[in-house]
Structures are given as structure tokens and as C-alpha cells.
């Protein structure tokens, strides 16, 4: 037995999160889509951050423009991005204020972030969630599946991370969600603990190991 928390960045995109929420919705699954708020500002994107919302999804920040990890920015332009794309998100916002940081490939290092961004997130009352199982779908269309669920049997909770973007990973979503289910996983919305080093603006263990010198 084991658990799995899906999400879904880098959305929206027309067409494929459409795709995700229509599995998502046939299979009974609730997610998080963290998306990137230029793209809500995209014909359909909005739309579609509002329909996933209404279905019972939570809607979290990606930052803006998906451009730099914040440990690579300068902390005003880092903090800009992270504002910039709340505004976008708007009445769609979770209580939490869920942020993920960009990893530029699933990094957990200090790239992530820096000292005064993590400040100005505690100011915003932030809850920054991370990531503890990473399949790398966005590389591997087609193998994802696999890999994806040899992670999840290897540790009792996973928060996943996949992408609803171009290149046709998520034709596989439904053909792998059908095998956890089948294999005795059971899939939540909520966060392992382990993986939210900041909850609304408050830090729950060390974050020194993803910030910027």
C-alpha cells in the first residue's frame, strides 16, 4: 500500500490540460496544477485554470515566466515573478498560497531560491511545496510510466510532479493512473509533510540547502 499526491506544472495548455482534467475527472482524482501566469493570459488559459479550479483542483504559483530558478535572479526581479503570477491567479488562489519553486530539471539544490526571496514568501504567507517523485515525463514521452511507478512503490507517500504540456506524455495519464489504482495506491490531494518546508509563511524544517549563497 502506498500513497501518491499528483500535480501538474508549467500549464495551462489548451488541449492537453484539458486531456489531464478530463481523466482526472473520469478516474476521481484530485490535483494541483501550478501554473505559470503569463500563460493564464494566453487565449483559453484562464478558462482553463477556471475549470480545474470549479472540479475541486487547487490552482498554485509557478512563478511568471518560468524563465530562471529564484536562486539565479536577482531577489526584486525573482520576487516580481513570484508576485506577477499570484495577480494572475487571483480569486483561483489557495488559502495556503501554494508556490512551487522552478528547478530548471527537478533540482532540489540552491538554486531554488535565496535568503530575501525566502523572506518576501513569508511576508506573502507562501506555502512552498516540493517534490518527492519526478519521472521526468517532459523528456521521456513515452517511458515515463514506468519509471514514474517504480518511484512511488519505493517510499510510503509521494508528491509527483508532471507537466501538462506539448509532446503527448499525458496520453499515458490515464493508462498510468489505472495501474496505481490497480496496484492498491491511493491517490490524495494533499502534501507529505516532507515536502512543504514553508507553510503559510511559516518555516517547518531547514531550508538552507536550497538557498543561494
Known sequence: MFDLTLSFDNGPTPEVTLQVLDVLARRGVKSTFFVIGEKLMRPGGRALAERAHAEGHWIGNHTWSHALPFGLMTPDAANREFDRAQDAIGDLVHPNRLFRPYGQGGNLDSRL??????????????????????????RDTEGWVD????????????????????????????????????????IRQDFPPDCLPMVGGEMKFGIEGYLAA
Open 113 to 138: 531560491l535565496s535568503r530575501p526571496v525566502l523572506d518576501h514568501l513569508a511576508c506573502a504567507r507562501a506555502t512552498i511545496v516540493l517534490w518527492s517523485s519526478l519521472p521526468r515525463d517532459w
Open 147 to 186: 519509471r514514474a511507478l517504480t518511484q512511488i512503490e519505493a517510499q510510503p507517500w509521494s508528491l509527483m510532479v508532471l507537466h501538462d504540456i506539448g509532446g503527448g506524455a499525458m496520453r499515458h495519464l490515464d493508462r498510468f493512473i489505472g495501474m496505481v489504482q490497480d496496484d492498491g495506491g491511493r
